[in-house]
């Protein structure tokens, strides 16, 4: 019998992983297991899943579209010893997945799994507030090769359906009709077109992981957050804050919005633990470095 996987795509801080915690804590008695692919070494997506599902794979330092094709056809090897009824795999926001649909067709696999559904996130906010996303050329073909797209973050109002048209791909607002469980776990795939050739590469972003051994000022904190906002596409990991260190916090910065919210305990994160992407220009790495350190309330 083929084990059927579903591909998540979407762009950072779509909602991805937030959408297959909720599949992973569905009423479909499924064994599901999930591999995850994060734009940095610090592998937060994993860490965010692992409770939920039987099995969770991270696939660290680069991204599975090229550089980590490899691990990926590893990885999924591996999980297919421990017989799961559903693969469910997370691509790196910054990833085309024509490079996972690629590994996903390999001549060996094909005879143990069957790709069911590919989904990409739209993040409808994101998209209202920034419409130069449609633009970009990762977005684009991240969108390209789902099945069908599923928006997030908002209502589908006219003129989001007039934006994503051209795509001509199915659209369901997470909003209004929750998870399409009947789509991710069926077979949407099909009838699903060869991808076109080539891949979009990332060059345009920069990634940045900062560490911090101490707590940090949270007002100079948020102060170097501000500054580079204009720059700043996706931050999200874990940090403690003067005068309370012993809470931890779950940073997601997606887009417009930030939120800090309570943090199962890590004892690996003394202070800080964070990944920054960014649009390359205007994002200088060893200047948020510094500033960054300088949050650091030392003493
Ligand atoms: N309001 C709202 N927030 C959401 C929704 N989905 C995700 N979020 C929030 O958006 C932020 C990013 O969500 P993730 O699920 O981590 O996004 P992602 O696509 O996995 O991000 P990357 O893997 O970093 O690209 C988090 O703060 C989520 O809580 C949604 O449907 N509605």
Excluded: Y
Aim: glycine fraction near 8%.
């Amino acid at each position: 019998m083929l084990t059927p996987v579903v591909l998540i795509t979407g762009f950072l801080g779509a909602g991805k992983t937030t959408l297959i915690n909720d599949l992973l804590r569905g009423d479909h008695g499924l064994r599901i297991a999930a591999i995850v692919n994060d734009f940095g070494a610090i592998n937060i997506d994993a860490a965010l899943l692992r409770d939920a599902a039987d099995t969770v794979v991270g696939l660290e330092n680069g991204c599975i579209c090229c550089a980590l094709q490899g691990d990926l056809l590893r990885s999924l090897r591996l999980v297919l010893e421990r017989a799961p009824e559903l693969i469910v795999i997370e691509a790196s926001g910054a990833a085309d997945p024509r490079g996972i649909l690629e590994v996903l067709s390999d001549p060996i696999l094909i005879g143990h799994i069957r790709t069911d559904a590919v989904a990409a996130l739209v993040d409808a906010a994101d998209i209202s507030a920034r419409p130069a996303r449609l633009r970009d050329p990762l977005w684009q073909a991240q969108i390209r090769a789902a099945d069908f797209v599923l928006l997030s973050k908002g209502p589908l109002t006219p003129a989001l359906r007039a934006q994503l048209a051209p795509f001509r791909k199915p659209l369901l607002p997470l909003e209004d009709e929750g998870l399409p469980l009947a789509l991710l776990l069926g077979d949407s795939g099909a009838l699903r077109a060869p991808a076109e050739p080539g891949r979009v590469t990332a060059d345009h972003l920069q990634s940045l992981e900062w560490e911090s051994a101490l707590p940090l000022d949270p007002a100079a904190f948020s102060a170097v957050l501000h500054q580079i906002a204009p720059q700043l596409l996706r931050a999200k990991g874990w940090l403690r804050f003067a005068p309370a260190p012993q809470e931890l916090h779950l940073l997601q910065l997606a887009g417009q919005r930030a939120a800090l919210s309570p943090a199962a305990p890590r004892p690996d994160v003394a202070g800080a633990k964070l990944v920054l992407i960014g649009l390359r220009e205007g994002f200088a790495p060893d200047a948020l470095t510094r500033a960054l350190d300088q949050t650091r309330l030392i003493g």
